[in-house]
């Protein structure tokens, strides 16, 4: 697949759209959990923000997971406001496509689901995901508290142990505090929930990570 490097390289604030103010209109309600997948949430549940690759798998891998109570798909770690997904494919805004995880931390631990991401994709394709090229696809954990943070930049060091004992090469995922979420079309939401044979292209390397107390 070739790709233009436009896809490949993060914009500029010069090069990137111009966006909009108006926040995408959504369905508040997650087509699996019936849980809201706006805020506001209850008091006690978390929040949780991941790219790994196409969100239309990556969605479903955080809603299959006990403890998470709902889930969204959308775009953050750009630069335009409020993108449709057409400009996020065009690599144009900078965004990532994400997966937003309201999780109850009673029953699903933060590690819980660092341990889900770093074994369900690739995290060391660069802007890429197995067939997907391009900016969009980028491997990152997009943090929501400072405990968060230390835990995610733990977790990096710790699984590299297990990729580089298994041969594979360094981690590029990005971890950074996470910036505007912004959501992505509503049909796009649980997308393999409504279509369960839609295309998913997520597949992790088979290396385990062993437990991690974050």
């Known amino acids: 697949m070739i790709l233009s490097s436009k896809k490949l390289t993060l ?6 759209l111009s966006g909009r103010q108006t926040p995408m209109s959504i ?12 805020p506001p949430f209850a008091a006690h549940l978390q929040q949780a923000i ?15 997971q006990s403890g998470v109570v709902s889930t969204a ?15 996020v494919c065009t690599g144009l805004t900078g965004h990532n496509e994400v997966v937003l995880v309201i999780f109850d931390p009673t029953l699903c631990a933060y590690g819980d689901l660092l341990t ?12 890429r995901q197995g067939n997907d090229g391009g900016t969009q696809y980028r491997s990152g954990i997009y943090t929501c508290t400072d405990r968060q943070l230390i835990a995610a930049q733990a977790s990096r060091v710790h699984y590299q142990q297990a ?19 912004y959501y992505a079309e509503t049909y796009h939401q649980q997308y393999l929930a409504k279509d369960p044979s839609g295309y998913c292209g997520l597949n992790g390397l088979g290396v385990a990570m062993s437990v991690l107390n974050v």
């Open 11 to 16: 914009p500029t604030i010069e090069q990137a």
């Open 27 to 38: 369905n508040n309600q997650h087509f699996v959990t019936e849980q809201p997948i706006a």
């Open 50 to 64: 991941f790219g790994l690759g196409c969100f239309w798998g990556a969605e479903r891998k955080f809603w299959q």
């Open 73 to 87: 798909v959308g775009y953050c770690a750009g630069i335009t406001p409020n993108p449709s997904y057409d400009e």
């Open 116 to 127: 889900l991401f770093w074994t369900s994709h690739n995290p060391t394709q660069g802007m």
């Open 163 to 181: 990729l580089t004992a298994a041969g594979f090469a360094l981690i590029t995922t990005e971890i950074m505090p996470a910036p505007v979420f």
